[in-house]
């Protein structure tokens, strides 16, 4: 059967200082997963290490964020990661840093009838 979006959460999540994508990634999917409870899964008898989750990260740089550390930071199911162009660099007036802002979108799909 074919799997069924069941969740979707946003999330934003930010690096103030150091250029971190992965760090501001982190933070982001942090965010979304907080704003979430998937205690359905035992009311229904759902095994939720076979939930699929598919995490996009949209940020500037979307090559510099560590996928499999974003993968890591997922309490449960199957997960892929996909990093896109998105979120917003926002330079220092003063010139020398700039705070990245990341958004993360948390999509749990199931093998529903």
Same mark, same amino acid.
């Given at each position: 059967?074919?799997?069924?979006?069941?969740?979707?959460?946003?999330?934003?999540?930010?690096?103030?200082?150091?250029?971190?994508?992965?760090?501001?990634?982190?933070?982001?999917?942090?965010?979304?997963?907080?704003?979430?409870?998937?205690?359905?899964?035992?009311?229904?008898?759902?095994?939720?290490?076979?939930?699929?989750?598919?995490?996009?990260?949209?940020?500037?740089?979307? *090559? =510099? %964020?560590?996928?499999? !550390? &974003? @993968?890591?930071?997922?309490? $449960? *199911? =199957? %997960?892929?990661?996909? !990093? &896109? @162009?998105?979120?917003?660099? $926002?330079?220092?007036?003063?010139?020398?840093?700039?705070?990245?802002?990341?958004?993360?979108?948390?999509?749990?799909?199931?093998?529903?009838?």
């Amino acid at each position: 059967m074919p799997l069924k979006r069941v969740i979707l959460e946003m999330g934003t999540g930010n690096d103030l200082h150091g250029g971190d994508y992965t760090k501001a990634a982190l933070r982001a999917v942090n965010n979304a997963l907080h704003h979430s409870s998937v205690g359905f899964t035992r009311a229904l008898g759902i095994n939720s290490s076979e939930m699929n989750v598919e995490v996009t990260i949209g940020v500037q740089e979307p *090559g =510099q %964020v560590d996928k499999g !550390a &974003v @993968k890591a930071s997922l309490p $449960v *199911g =199957q %997960v892929t990661v996909n !990093a &896109v @162009k998105g979120g917003i660099d $926002v330079p220092d007036p003063d010139g020398g840093d700039f705070a990245i802002i990341a958004n993360a979108a948390i999509a749990v799909k199931l093998d529903l009838p």
